[in-house]
Nanobody
Framework: QVQFVESGGGLVQPGGSLRLSCTVS???????VGWYCQDSGKQRELVAS???????NYGDSVKDRFTISRYNAKNTVYLQLNSLKHEKTDVYYC????????WGQGTKVAVSS
């Protein structure tokens, strides 16, 4: 069973940055992987994805602020979060871009002054 382990979250001030990591228990070389964001009480939303060919896609709300990348040799996908706005707490998850598998625990990102 493929497992996703997210890390790198924490408390950051508005305007700050964080780098999230997603380590996958299986090979990711042939799959598209996405990062998803969930605000408390809301649905999980896809914010960025990267294809097996390294083509990147972003949601409108994070375009020009977030960067997704992948390192197939380590079965790891990263999400660089810059210019974090709005004082809020979200949980970020990674999973396949299509046909999601079992979700990991996520990593919490809290933006607060």
């Amino acid at each position: 069973q493929v497992q996703f382990v997210e890390s790198g979250g924490g408390l950051v001030q508005p305007g700050g940055s964080l780098r999230l990591s997603c380590t996958v228990s299986g090979s990711i070389s042939s799959i598209s992987v996405g990062w998803y964001c969930q605000d408390s009480g809301k649905q999980r939303e896809l914010v960025a994805s990267v294809s097996s060919g390294c083509s990147e896609n972003y949601g409108d709300s994070v375009k020009d602020r977030f960067t997704i990348s992948r390192y197939n040799a380590k079965n790891t996908v990263y999400l660089q979060l810059n210019s974090l706005k709005h004082e809020k707490t979200d949980v970020y998850y990674c999973n396949t871009r299509w046909d999601n598998l079992i979700w990991g625990q996520g990593t919490k990102v809290a933006v607060s002054s």
